[in-house]
C-alpha cells in the first residue's frame, strides 16, 4: 500500500492550490480516504474525508466552505482543492488510508502561505 502526495507550494494569501494523492497497492474505490495536516508545533489535524462514491464528505470548521475533496477512482487519485488559503493553512499536508487496519500516509507535501 502506498500513498503519494503532491502539489504544494508556495502561495500568497487569498490564492489557491489543488493537491494530488496517488494510491496503490488496494481496491481504491472501496476505501475512505483522508487529507490531514500537520503545522510545525500543532497537533495532525484533519481536513477533508471522502467515500470511496465520492460521498460521506467532511470538513472541520476551520476549512469548510474554502477545501473541497474530490476523487478519481480511475486514476487512484484523491484531491483536496484549497480556496482563499490563509498563513494559518500552511502545514505539511498529508494523505492517509486505513487497509485493514493500519493507516497507510504519504511522505506529505509542504503547503506554505504568506505574503
Known amino acids: 500500500v502506498q500513498v503519494v502526495e503532491s502539489g504544494g507550494g508556495l502561495m500568497q494569501p487569498g490564492g489557491s492550490l489543488r493537491l494530488s494523492c496517488v494510491a496503490s497497492g488496494f481496491t481504491f474505490r472501496l476505501y475512505y480516504m483522508t487529507w490531514y495536516r500537520q503545522a510545525p508545533g500543532k497537533p495532525r489535524e484533519l481536513v477533508a474525508g471522502i467515500g470511496g462514491d465520492g460521498g460521506g464528505t467532511v470538513y472541520p470548521d476551520s476549512v469548510k466552505g474554502r477545501f473541497a475533496v474530490s476523487r478519481d477512482n480511475a486514476k487512484n487519485t484523491v484531491y483536496l482543492q484549497m480556496n482563499n488559503l490563509t498563513p494559518d493553512d500552511t502545514a505539511v499536508y498529508s494523505c492517509?488510508?486505513?487497509?485493514?487496519?493500519?493507516?497507510?500516509w504519504g511522505q506529505g507535501t509542504q503547503v506554505t502561505v504568506s505574503s
Open positions: 492517509n488510508v486505513n487497509f485493514q487496519g493500519i493507516n497507510y
